[in-house]
């Protein structure tokens, strides 16, 4: 009774520790999280730019051996971290095949390994929602005349809201990500410690009300990104917002 | 010289046959009916004069140049004509975005698409559903915008699918009234599949029936219902055959 009591004290005072921090504008606090959203942002975007292309090539095109790469990228988007941090470790160390660019403790190395991770999300996602389209719709590109590269914009306006759906999932992932972060980045204060490392090393060291506001930080941070994609989402959902170059509006050419 | 002619067509997915040796020439300016009952192959018959799928035998050629060529030259084809699907298969746009998408693919300057658009919506009587999202019409509008994309184009060749089997009477009016008048005013030949006689006979000049892949009677449209040379026509025309 005595320690869930304490347990909630702890909670309690976490939350006004949080509220404490972020009203006073602690520059350690936010210089962690400035990171975590460098860090987490970049492997997304990356993870986006590569995922979102292989994906929708991976879905259009037949080939040979498409199924089990297939099988693959969702297998990968269930990738262990720390395998990820330990390859990543490996890869990096000084004597590793890539030791020679210095990336390990990095900030770099701490997006490496998020947009390994990242990448298979965006790609899956992607793959999962251009399959989806009706294939009529493709067929009705193909019968207007559309080159290929028109086909795949007309494809990727198709699963425009899949297509947010994959970077709002790869965020997630990206900024909750903590055992190959610290394994390749090395939790260095000022460096490359950033929200979830942070939050580990406060449990550790018996400071549960600072590790809870920075969990009530992360946590917000998640918040306010979802809530700003979902609202993004649901504003290509609704409306026509199709402005690749192949279709041109009348009606914007009017108002133009 | 016939604008599409068909040699020894066929078309098998795995070990099924679903178009057989197929003759068959469409002549400029003419509107063909192709009649039969479900599955005997009518929409692999329109996608294969559609150029959107490839002959497994024989050849299919169009204004005398032989489809037997590359993803490029194909393209460029496909550009001289249109295609209705059953289902209309509109994209994710508004009802006057998708209209423009084939002036678009065809290098169309903006003055000659907005021209364009705004004769077919006025022809197929969408002028007020021009900013709808298309996903929001019903059927019948879907499939009314769906023609007018097909139409908005000016092709030499409009291949219909089944283009009414989900309108209402008004609907599927106005899209039989636009494809005569694209025939007669622009001289676009015209294949329409369809499962009912009457639109055949509203339409056509000719009809064709297709059972189980191969096409077993072509006549002028009145003669084919009026007295059937084939018994498999005749039975479906009579309303015996499903």
């Known amino acids: ?256 | 010289m016939p604008l599409v002619e068909m040699v020894n067509v066929s078309k098998s997915y795995g070990t099924r046959a679903v178009v057989k040796h197929v003759g068959l020439k469409l002549e400029e300016g003419m509107i063909l009916a192709l009649m039969g009952p479900n599955g005997s192959g009518k929409t692999t018959l329109i996608k294969l004069a559609a150029l959107l799928t490839r002959p497994s035998e024989g050849s299919i050629i169009f204004d005398g140049v032989n489809t037997e060529c590359g993803d490029g030259k194909l393209r460029q084809l496909r550009r001289r004509m249109s295609v209705v699907f059953q289902r209309p298969a509109l994209f994710d746009v508004s009802v006057e975005d998708n209209v423009s998408v084939g002036l678009s693919t065809r290098g169309n300057d903006e003055e000659r698409i907005r021209t364009k658009v705004e004769d077919v919506l006025t022809r197929m009587e969408l002028t007020d559903l021009r900013g709808r999202r298309a996903r929001t019409l019903s059927g019948g509008e879907a499939q009314r915008v769906s023609v007018a994309r097909a139409l908005a184009t000016e092709p030499e060749l409009l291949l219909l699918d089944e283009p009414t089997a989900s309108s209402d009477p008004r609907n599927a009016s106005i899209i039989e009234r636009s494809v005569v008048e694209s025939n007669a005013n622009k001289g676009t030949t015209v294949l329409i599949a369809t499962h009912n006689p009457h639109q055949a006979k509203r339409l056509a000049t000719e009809t064709a029936f297709l059972f189980e892949g191969e096409i077993v009677e072509r006549q002028s449209t009145g003669a084919l219902f009026e007295s059937p040379k084939d018994e498999r026509t005749a039975a479906y025309v009579s309303g015996r055959m499903a």
């Open chain 1, 1 to 256: 009774m005595r320690g869930a009591l304490s347990g909630w004290d702890v909670i309690i005072s976490g939350v006004a520790k949080a509220v404490q921090l972020i009203l006073s504008g602690d520059p350690t606090v936010l210089q962690i999280t400035f990171l975590s959203i460098v860090v987490s942002g970049t492997a997304t975007l990356l993870g986006a730019l590569i995922g979102i292309p292989l994906g929708t090539v991976t879905s259009l095109k037949q080939f040979k051996g498409k199924s089990a790469v297939v099988q693959v990228v969702n297998t990968l988007t269930g990738l262990p971290p720390v395998v990820v941090g330990l390859v990543l470790y490996l890869v990096l160390s000084n004597s590793g095949p890539l030791g020679f660019l210095r990336l390990l403790y990095t900030p770099q190395a701490m997006m490496l390994a998020q947009l390994v991770m990242v990448m298979p999300i965006t790609m899956s996602i992607t793959i999962s929602s251009v399959s989806a389209i009706d294939p009529d719709v493709r067929e009705a590109a193909m019968s207007l005349g559309a080159s290929p590269l028109d086909e795949t914009l007309i494809m990727l306006n198709e699963a425009r809201v899949g297509l947010l759906t994959s970077v709002v999932v790869g965020f997630g992932s990206a900024i909750s990500e903590v055992g190959a972060i610290m394994m390749v980045g090395g939790n260095l204060l000022g460096y490359t410690r950033v929200l979830t490392g942070a939050i580990v090393l406060l449990t550790n060291q018996g400071e549960f009300a600072e590790a809870i506001a920075l969990g009530i930080i992360l946590l917000s941070l998640a918040f306010v990104v979802n809530i700003l994609l979902t609202i993004l989402r649901s504003k290509f959902a609704g409306t026509s917002s199709y402005t690749a170059s192949i279709l041109v509006s009348p009606a914007e050419s009017r108002s133009a």
